[in-house]
């Protein structure tokens, strides 16, 4: 077991990569009441398309991670959940494009719990009878999100810009995609992904960090696992521009629902670069279009958005783009003036003081976000899937300048980039 000290934050994490290649994190909050626990793999939606070294090209049907976190759940004996919830832990689990993560919290039976955890996740059970059951199942979701307008303009401006990469593609696939997999398929993946050493488990709380670490390695000692090679994810190349620059949707709403962004032309970050400009970036975004904005109070003044108006910006090394939105009584009339407004920003650039305030507000939400076990847990694992550190976030707040964040402005908004989605009602 090893520590590293983050003076500045007052915080100690502790760690170990066991001999099966998973690494453990431990972070002790004593104060906390709540323990929360993820165990994640390094495995999502985008990847269906890979070749683990030493193996063979594989290729398998959009929305199988998605799929295969569901059929994680059940066990010969019955639903896991129930085995968790008798123990006094609460749990559940999400697939996004890039990571599939489990986790519980529980302010009791953390041991036993944790075992539950790391056990149901390293033991899968997939037959012909409860995969044919699950695609109906994941079938009814799939057509709820259907008809989710939020959904359907979100992943509408995903599709309207890329059109190889696999982020376009929603996470659970289609009824037609799922309806092809089968239990072998599942173990594949399971085998290919689910290995130790793509993996990373991590316990926030009021734990002991030697009592955690001897738990997982009494644990992982009792498992068998063969060593495994780098698993190679393979893509078709990627257009730099956007595949549409518009793409409506008709649903049933009260409101017509707008999103556009921006589709990074430069791809292959990682560490901490690939932190560096998502921190900038989203610095930015909270500069062009946060609510004490004097952009957003134009727009929200001419009544032309209202507090759904939001932004974010998602990145890995194959993809990164920013999306921007919410409800509008006119698609048309909001595009022009974010463009007119926007323009002027582009060759004016940002005011120091509101960036000084910008930036103070950032690592305030950063600081806060460290009193929340869930917060911590997630976004942790995040970093370190991406080769970033969590807890180095202030040092690289700090050293962010304005013209960084011009210079980020007038790269990131080039408007030949930009997507626009739509809902409307019919």
């Given at each position: 077991?090893?520590?590293?000290?983050?003076?500045?934050?007052q915080e100690?994490?502790?760690?170990?990569?066991?001999?099966?290649?998973?690494?453990?994190?431990?972070?002790p909050?004593?104060?906390?009441k709540?323990?929360?626990?993820?165990?994640?793999?390094?495995?999502?939606?985008?990847?269906?398309?890979?070749?683990?070294?030493?193996?063979?090209e594989t290729r398998?049907p959009?929305?199988?991670?998605?799929?295969?976190?569901?059929?994680m759940?059940e066990?010969p004996?019955?639903?896991i959940?129930?085995?968790?919830?008798?123990?006094?832990?609460?749990a559940?689990?999400?697939?996004?494009?890039d990571?599939?993560v489990?986790l519980?919290?529980?302010?009791?039976?953390?041991?036993?719990?944790?075992?539950t955890?790391?056990?149901?996740?390293q033991?899968?059970y997939?037959?012909?009878?409860?995969?044919?059951?699950?695609?109906?199942?994941?079938?009814?979701e799939?057509?709820?999100?259907a008809?989710?307008?939020?959904?359907?303009?979100?992943?509408?401006?995903?599709?309207?810009?890329?059109?190889?990469?696999?982020?376009?593609i929603?996470?659970?696939?289609?009824?037609?995609?799922?309806?092809?997999?089968?239990?072998?398929?599942l173990?594949?993946?399971?085998?290919?992904?689910?290995h130790?050493?793509?993996?990373?488990l991590?316990?926030?709380?009021?734990?002991?960090?030697?009592?955690?670490?001897?738990l997982?390695?009494?644990?992982q000692?009792?498992?068998?696992?063969?060593?495994?090679?780098?698993?190679?994810?393979?893509?078709?190349?990627?257009p730099?521009?956007?595949?549409?620059?518009?793409?409506?949707c008709?649903?049933?709403?009260s409101?017509p629902?707008?999103?556009?962004?921006?589709?990074?032309k430069a791809?292959g970050?990682t560490?901490?670069?690939?932190?560096?400009r998502?921190?900038?970036?989203?610095?930015?975004?909270?500069l062009?279009f946060?609510?004490?904005?004097?952009?957003?109070?134009?727009?929200?003044?001419?009544?032309?958005?209202?507090?759904?108006?939001?932004h974010e910006?998602?990145?890995s090394?194959?993809?990164?783009f920013?999306?921007?939105?919410?409800?509008?009584?006119?698609?048309?009339?909001?595009?022009?003036?974010i463009?007119?407004e926007?323009?002027s920003?582009?060759?004016?650039?940002?005011a120091?003081?509101?960036?000084?305030r910008?930036r103070?507000?950032?690592i305030?939400g950063?600081l806060?976000?460290?009193n929340?076990p869930?917060?911590?847990?997630?976004?942790?694992?995040?970093?370190?899937f991406?080769?970033?550190?969590?807890f180095?976030?202030?040092?690289?707040y700090?050293?962010?300048?304005?013209?960084?964040?011009?210079?980020?402005l007038?790269?990131?908004?080039?408007?030949?980039q930009?997507?626009?989605?739509?809902?409307?009602?019919?």
């Amino acid at each position: 077991m090893e520590s590293k000290t983050y003076e500045r934050l007052q915080e100690t994490l502790y760690y170990e990569v066991m001999d099966n290649g998973l690494q453990v994190y431990v972070l002790p909050k004593p104060t906390f009441k709540k323990t929360y626990a993820t165990f994640a793999t390094k495995y999502g939606s985008v990847d269906n398309h890979f070749r683990v070294e030493g193996g063979e090209e594989t290729r398998v049907p959009d929305g199988i991670a998605h799929f295969l976190e569901h059929k994680m759940f059940e066990e010969p004996e019955g639903d896991i959940f129930a085995t968790f919830a008798s123990n006094g832990a609460s749990a559940n689990a999400f697939t996004s494009f890039d990571q599939t993560v489990y986790l519980f919290s529980a302010t009791e039976n953390i041991e036993t719990n944790l075992t539950t955890l790391v056990d149901f996740v390293q033991r899968p059970y997939f037959t012909d009878e409860n995969v044919e059951k699950e695609k109906g199942i994941i079938g009814q979701e799939i057509n709820m999100y259907a008809d989710n307008p939020d959904w359907r303009v979100y992943f509408g401006l995903i599709e309207a810009m890329y059109s190889k990469h696999p982020v376009h593609i929603d996470i659970a696939g289609t009824v037609e995609s799922i309806s092809t997999i089968t239990k072998e398929t599942l173990y594949t993946c399971y085998n290919s992904f689910y290995h130790p050493s793509n993996m990373l488990l991590f316990i926030v709380g009021g734990v002991d960090p030697e009592q955690v670490f001897t738990l997982i390695r009494s644990n992982q000692n009792t498992k068998s696992y063969g060593k495994q090679g780098q698993i190679e994810r393979l893509f078709e190349p990627e257009p730099a521009e956007v595949a549409n620059k518009w793409k409506e949707c008709k649903l049933a709403v009260s409101m017509p629902k707008c999103l556009f962004g921006f589709k990074e032309k430069a791809t292959g970050l990682t560490g901490p670069d690939a932190v560096r400009r998502d921190l900038t970036t989203k610095l930015m975004l909270d500069l062009l279009f946060g609510s004490s904005t004097e952009l957003y109070q134009k727009l929200y003044n001419e009544d032309l958005i209202s507090d759904s108006f939001s932004h974010e910006f998602n990145s890995s090394p194959q993809y990164a783009f920013s999306a921007v939105g919410g409800d509008t009584k006119d698609p048309g009339r909001l595009m022009e003036r974010i463009k007119e407004e926007v323009s002027s920003l582009l060759e004016s650039g940002f005011a120091a003081k509101d960036f000084e305030r910008a930036r103070k507000k950032k690592i305030g939400g950063y600081l806060r976000m460290l009193n929340s076990p869930e917060n911590i847990a997630h976004e942790f694992t995040r970093y370190q899937f991406r080769g970033g550190d969590l807890f180095e976030v202030l040092p690289v707040y700090e050293s962010i300048t304005l013209e960084d964040v011009n210079a980020r402005l007038r790269e990131h908004v080039a408007w030949e980039q930009m997507s626009v989605s739509l809902v409307v009602s019919p």
